[in-house]
């Protein structure tokens, strides 16, 4: 574990906006002693570090929203598409899924799995909508939902939809999160 510097805890705590006395607070010490670790006139224990590195981690984690998760380039396929061209657009963007969309508004989901389970259901499965295979749409958030939200619906579908006035504006599956978490 690498300690940070007390130019690296004042650049943190002024980067997520806090005060020293917030900080202060949040972590259990005086706000005097903040000011102390970040001019380096004192070198703090390693327990009160740690205590400050779990508030940053906190507030960074309560600031990120799902706006800064998505991506913004969401390839969905329409609940009249043919199966085919369904699966087409999932290969050439090398998608297992993809959310139905239509005008704009999450209508379903479609897969890999979906099509290969109608395959034995669907009677000519290449030409048929995919509205006949789609299955739920991704659950969906607000611009603004925070990390934690995120998270607890990617514990239970394998993609989020971020949605401004009902229409579909992003996407956040765990490979923008392991993304993000990446870029610190």
Known sequence: MEIPTPEDLREKRQSLGMTQSELADRAG??????????????????????????????VEEDTVTSE??????VITVSPDDTVRD????????QFSQLPVVE????????????????????????HAPVEEIMGESFPTVSPTADLATVSRLLDHSSAVL?????????????ADIAAYVGSD
Request: zero cysteines; a negative charge; glycine letters at 8%.
């Open 86 to 93: 369904a699966v087409e657009t999932m290969q050439d963007a």
């Open 68 to 73: 800064d998760l998505m991506s913004d380039e």
């Open 29 to 58: 010490v005086s706000q005097p002693l903040i000011a102390r670790i970040e001019n380096g006139d004192v070198d703090p224990r390693l327990s009160t570090v740690g205590r400050i590195v779990e508030v940053f981690e906190t």
């Open 103 to 126: 005008n704009g508004v999450p209508v379903g989901s479609a897969s890999d799995a979906m099509v290969a389970r109608a395959r034995s259901e669907t009677e000519d499965l290449p």
């Open 162 to 174: 971020v949605t401004r006035e009902g229409k579909v504006a992003g996407i956040i599956t765990d």
